[in-house]
Every structure is written in structure tokens, then in C-alpha cells.
T-cell receptor
Framework: AQKITQTQPGMFVQEKEAVTLDCTYD???????LFWYKQPSSGEMIFLIY??????QNATEGRYSLNFQKARKSANLVISASQLGDSAMYFC????????????FGAGTRLTVKP | GAVVSQHPSWVICKSGTSVKIECRSL??????MFWYRQFPKQSLMLMAT?????????EQGVEKDKFLINHASLTLSTLTVTSAHPEDSSFYIC???????????FGPGTRLTVT
């Protein structure tokens, strides 16, 4: 069974600083994908970054990077140069196997960027 | 990028009535769509997997006779909450993976309030 763990219910970061949001996962599958989504107060789910289990390099998308440590089963999100608009809920998610399999989410981390 | 729409975006109904929520992929086809429910300050919980041309698969604890799912075409899935009760009040979000793509796109969500 899949399990995603986000141990930080809330995080604070100063504007322009970097922040790391933690995510660990548990799976017995060899093929899986890891995702990070941002959910502002409007409720929409905004895709940030994806890491495939066979990808050898850490994924990066602009100010977002994913610190993928396969042996430790962790997939932490790093946000560099935080902006006030980054304040939101952040969810880590995993999908095992094929692209049309379901996706399971962690509990989420509420990030607050302070001016 | 790919777009998933949901209709309505919010709905208020009286206890005992039924409500239908539509999820459409606007510019891609999806053989599978997913329905999630999110209670305030909680994560997204998978309710069911909607399969085009076949029966939906429900997660444990989700009543299939209460939450009726119909995947009528490769671009449309509907969720009907039958005999709604106040405890069904929640944020319902659908998602869909395009065929042969690792990505998964989310609808903007439907906020259901049952009075």
C-alpha cells in the first residue's frame, strides 16, 4: 500500500529565503512517480514538479527543485527565493505504476512567507 | 497546458436532494478520471476511479450507491451525490491523466454545501 508522509504541518520562511518541505514515501513498486502540488486558498491544485522513480537527476522547474533520495525514500521540495505569493498549502503525492493509476496525497504543509 | 473543468464550481442543496457534478477534460482524452474529496484543513482523499466504458472503482468506506459515477465518454465523468446530507458538505475535485502522459490535471473543484 502506498503511504505519503509530510511531517511539517506548518512552515514559515522569510521572503527571498529558501525553504525545504519534507516528504517521505513508502512503496514496494519499482516504478512510481512523485509529484508536488500547490493549493492556494482558492482550492485549485497547481502542479509544481514531477520526479520519476527511474530519473537519475533531481527534477527542477524554475524556483522549484525536488531533492530525490531514492534509498531514503524521500522527495523533498525546495523553493528558492521565496515570494509572498508562495504562501499556500503544499501537497506531496505519489502514483505507482502506470500513468493512469490513482494518486495518493500526503497531509500537506502550510507554508507562510513572511515579508 | 491541458485543462480540466468542473461544473458547478459551488452548489448549495437541501438535505435529501441529489447533486450532479461534471468533470470534463477540455483538450485531451482520458480513459480514467479520479474523484477526490477534501474536508477543511485536510488533504485530498481518493473516493473513486472513474473508467470510461466500465464501472467505477470505489475506495474502501465510500458508498457506491450514494456516490454514483458515470464516465460517459473520454472527456466526461460525472459524480452524483444522492440523498445528500450535511456531512457530505465538502470540496470535491476531479483529476484526469492524459493518455500516455505522466501528468495529471486537476479540475478547479466543486464546493458542496448541504443544508
Amino acid at each position: 500500500a502506498q503511504k505519503i508522509t509530510q511531517t511539517q504541518p506548518g512552515m514559515f520562511v522569510q521572503e527571498k529565503e529558501a525553504v525545504t518541505l519534507d516528504c517521505t514515501y513508502d512503496t514496494s513498486d519499482q516504478s512510481y512517480g512523485l509529484f508536488w502540488y500547490k493549493q492556494p486558498s482558492s482550492g485549485e491544485m497547481i502542479f509544481l514538479i514531477y520526479q520519476g522513480s527511474y530519473d537519475e537527476q533531481n527534477a527542477t522547474e524554475g524556483r522549484y527543485s525536488l531533492n530525490f533520495q531514492k534509498a531514503r525514500k524521500s522527495a523533498n521540495l525546495v523553493i528558492s527565493a521565496s515570494q509572498l505569493g508562495d504562501s499556500a498549502m503544499y501537497f506531496c503525492a505519489m502514483r505507482e505504476g502506470q500513468h493512469n493509476n490513482d494518486m495518493r496525497f500526503g497531509a500537506g504543509t502550510r507554508l507562510t512567507v513572511k515579508p | 497546458g491541458a485543462v480540466v473543468s468542473q461544473h458547478p464550481s459551488w452548489v448549495i442543496c437541501k438535505s435529501g436532494t441529489s447533486v450532479k457534478i461534471e468533470c470534463r477534460s477540455l483538450d485531451f482524452q482520458a480513459t480514467t478520471m479520479f474523484w477526490y474529496r477534501q474536508f477543511p484543513k485536510q488533504s485530498l482523499m481518493l473516493m473513486a476511479t472513474s473508467n470510461e466504458g466500465s464501472k467505477a472503482t470505489y475506495e474502501q468506506g465510500v458508498e457506491k450507491d450514494k456516490f454514483l459515477i458515470n464516465h460517459a465518454s473520454l472527456t466526461l465523468s460525472t459524480l452524483t451525490v444522492t440523498s445528500a446530507h450535511p456531512e457530505d458538505s465538502s470540496f470535491y475535485i476531479c483529476s484526469a491523466p492524459p493518455i500516455k502522459s505522466y501528468e495529471q490535471y486537476f479540475g478547479p473543484g466543486t464546493r458542496l454545501t448541504v443544508t
